[in-house]
Nanobody
Framework: QVQLVESGGGLVQAGGSLRLSCAAS????????MGWFRQAPGKEREFVAA????????YYADVVKGRFTISRDNAKNTVYLQMNSLQPEDTAVYYC????????????????????WGQGTQVTVSS
């Protein structure tokens, strides 16, 4: 069983930045591909960013490309989401997700491809 705990959410003005962290309680973190998703009120959960288990490959939703950066530190069992130039439409609960994989450079971008989920952290961007 993998437990994921997100942190770093909060209230920020438009144009500001936040860095989310997701700590995983698993001994073999480097064998898990990771992703970030978000869900705004009344909307479906949507893909934000993904990273391969070794951190070599990354993939972003078009709406965040160039503003958000996903990274990971396998020594710390943690994945990060650096969010810059935040806009009110980025307001959502942000979720971290994980799945074990034997493929070193594969990323996953749909909710059904992930097995483990965190409880989410609220990000609110004021205009």
């Amino acid at each position: 069983q993998v437990q994921l705990v997100e942190s770093g959410g909060g209230l920020v003005q438009a144009g500001g930045s936040l860095r989310l962290s997701c700590a995983a309680s698993v001994r073999t973190f480097s064998t898990y591909a990771m992703g970030w998703f978000r869900q705004a009120p009344g909307k479906e959960r949507e893909f934000v960013a993904a990273i391969s288990r070794g951190g070599i490959m990354t993939y972003y939703a078009d709406v965040v490309k160039g503003r958000f950066t996903i990274s990971r530190d396998n020594a710390k069992n943690t994945v990060y989401l650096q969010m810059n130039s935040l806009q009110p439409e980025d307001t959502a609960v942000y979720y971290c997700a994980a799945r074990a994989t034997s493929y070193s450079n594969t990323v996953y971008s749909t909710t059904r491809e992930y097995v483990y989920w965190g409880q989410g952290t609220q990000v609110t961007v004021s205009s």
